[in-house]
């Protein structure tokens, strides 16, 4: 089925850097959604972005919806050890039947304390 | 606090042996997921309900069922499990087919 290209694929940080990933898809997406996952946990919503250009921020992540409609970015300032897990981003097309989430291969985030 | 709600956390069965995993939300949303996610992998969707019309993913096996007796509620049955069965089981649910808020997942293991 199809997949966004998520990158990096996974990133060894100190603490206190910011972390940068992205996700492309080679089709346009209504919806972008990015999710931090812990082991042994399920996916927890970090933050939805519904409208192209949108810029939303939770705390330290910072994410945006791509003019395009094609890609979306992740940011996170000033990492600190609990940020370690992996992160995934999800698209919605959002038309027809065509109603299910689109996912990434997502970004597995070490912090060094 | 509204949330999603699964049970058990941690299933052990043996092969062939049928396995019901449990889903409940307080979210009151009418939309509900059930996904298989295995190790390094993103989540994929076996299949979901909009409201108590059952949507099922064209490569979802038939060793896998679902029942949604009430909106709060949803079971994943596995008839007859595999070696390859052995995952983490993960409910969702969304208003309308948009913004999936996941349960904390089963993990299966099967001997």
């Known amino acids: 089925g199809q997949q966004l290209n998520q990158s990096p694929q996974s990133m060894f940080i100190q603490e206190g850097e910011d972390v940068s990933m992205n996700c492309t898809s080679s089709s346009i997406f209504n919806t972008w959604l990015w999710y931090k996952q812990d082991p042994g946990e399920g996916p927890v919503l970090l933050i939805a972005?519904?409208?192209a250009g949108e810029l939303t921020s939770n705390g330290r992540l910072t994410a945006q919806f791509g003019i395009t409609r094609k890609d979306s970015f992740l940011n996170i300032s000033a990492s600190i050890p609990s940020d370690v897990g992996i992160y995934f981003c999800?698209?919605?097309?959002?038309?027809?039947?065509?109603?299910?989430?689109?996912w990434g291969l997502g970004t597995s985030l070490a912090v060094n304390p | 606090d509204a949330m999603v709600i699964q049970n058990p956390r941690y299933q052990v069965t043996q092969f062939g042996k049928p396995v019901t995993l449990s889903c409940s939300q307080t979210l009151n949303h009418n939309v509900m997921y059930w996904y298989q996610q295995k190790s390094s992998q993103a989540p994929k969707l076996l299949f979901h309900?909009?409201?108590?019309?059952?949507?099922n993913e064209a490569d979802t096996p038939d060793n896998f069922q679902s029942r949604r007796p009430n909106t709060s509620f949803c079971f994943l049955d596995i008839r007859s499990p595999g070696l390859g069965d052995a995952a983490m089981y993960l409910c969702?649910?969304?208003?309308?087919?948009?913004?999936?808020?996941f349960g904390p997942g089963t993990r299966l293991l099967v001997l």
């Open positions: 969702a649910t969304s208003i309308i087919e948009e913004t999936q808020y």
């Open positions: 999800a698209g919605h097309h959002n038309a027809g039947n065509n109603r299910k989430l689109i």
């Open positions: 309900y909009y409201d108590k019309d059952f949507n």
């Open positions: 972005l519904y409208k």
